[in-house]
């Protein structure tokens, strides 16, 4: 998501936190921090794309159709490095110098920001600008910067050669090392109101957005993302009980990291209806009623625990399976279930 050619932010919610950033952002880096799902990674890419524009001057935001700005929409500026790992390079088609073709299978795409990569852009700063207004430099995540990236980043951070900038991007500046952190000037961004955010989401084929905007705690990308996967607002709604009844069908197919946010976010409900409370990210009425607390608690426990091992090489068609068979074990009224707590088959792992 860039500045377009008619000038317009990538998000609607974008533009006012855009204009102030370019009026009063000074410095030569910048810690941007904001949920997942509200677009951070696009407001930083925005900055640098009216920082680098050849008709605005740098203070507005990007015209969308001078040189520079099409160069950025072509991912091909000189004087723009988007830096993440090849993992999610691979998924925004913006490759670095060096990357394997996407067919290579000789290893798995890395997850982090390697030493290597900041080396790369370590190089690159020190070039001359190739069409005059400096440079930028985006980090996105920046929580995918390892120790060793971090450190080898440090020196440039703190004295980058003039006319030179850097982004960082993170929902939560505590998960950077607090040598990163302290180099960097601090901009929060907000998430969007929910009836700017609803708009855009049915403005986008998206019915019935609050229902979905509630399930990604108001983060309209992520419920745009949920719709195009083909949850929509009366699949939502059916969950909870799909789930309660142990119809693995309902999520049949779901990535194992998405089926874990998934059920953590119903058992969150479930203990707040339990508490005598709202749900949060469902439609009330329809969470099961009557599961026992102290169930649930070892519910959350033990996807927790899961949700730590996530890296671990799963067969995901079972682990699935399992997780659906604690999901009706814990949110069975306590009348109707007795026996042990679900493990899902995980007691080899560790606490």
């Known amino acids: ?201 049915a403005a986008r084929g998206v019915a019935e957005p609050a229902v979905l905007l509630a399930a990604c705690a108001g983060r309209p990308l992520d419920a745009l993302a949920l719709h195009e996967a083909g949850v929509h607002a009366d699949a939502w709604r059916r969950l909870p009980e799909a789930l309660a009844r142990g119809q693995g069908a309902a999520v049949q197919g779901w990535p194992l990291p998405q089926l874990l946010d998934l059920l953590l976010k119903l058992c969150h409900d479930a203990l707040a209806v339990a508490g005598g409370a709202a749900p949060r990210y469902f439609v009330p009425g329809t969470v099961p009623a009557g599961a026992s607390p102290e169930r649930l608690r070892a519910w959350s426990l033990e996807l927790q625990r899961v949700a730590r091992h996530a890296s671990h090489p799963w067969n995901e068609g079972v682990l699935a399976e399992a997780l659906v068979a604690g999901a009706a074990r814990a949110l069975r009224p306590r009348a109707a279930r007795g026996g042990p707590a679900p493990r899902a088959g995980l007691d080899t792992l560790p606490a």
């Open 1 to 201: 998501m860039l500045i377009g050619d008619d000038g317009a932010a990538p998000l609607p919610w974008l533009a006012e936190p855009l204009a102030r950033a370019l009026q009063h952002q000074r410095g030569h880096a910048l810690l941007v921090h904001g949920a997942l799902g509200t677009g951070v990674m696009p407001f930083a890419l925005a900055l640098a794309q009216s920082w680098l524009c050849e008709a605005t001057g740098g203070d507005r935001p990007a015209c969308g159709r001078c040189g520079s700005c099409r160069l950025v929409q072509g991912r091909v500026h000189p004087d723009l490095m988007l830096l993440m790992p090849e993992q999610q390079r691979r998924e925004h088609e913006w490759p670095l110098s060096g990357d394997k073709p996407e067919g290579d299978s000789s290893r798995k795409p890395s997850r982090q920001i390697r030493v290597d990569e900041v080396r790369l852009l370590i190089d690159w700063v020190f070039k001359t600008s190739a069409r005059g207004r400096g440079k930028v430099a985006v980090l996105t995540p920046g929580e995918a910067l390892n120790p060793a990236s971090a450190n080898a980043l440090l020196k440039t951070l703190e004295e980058p050669p003039p006319g030179t900038r850097l982004v960082i991007t993170t929902p939560d500046p505590q998960r950077l090392l607090p040598t990163v952190r302290s180099r960097c000037q601090l901009l929060r961004l907000a998430e969007p109101a929910a009836e700017a955010a609803s708009g855009w989401l």
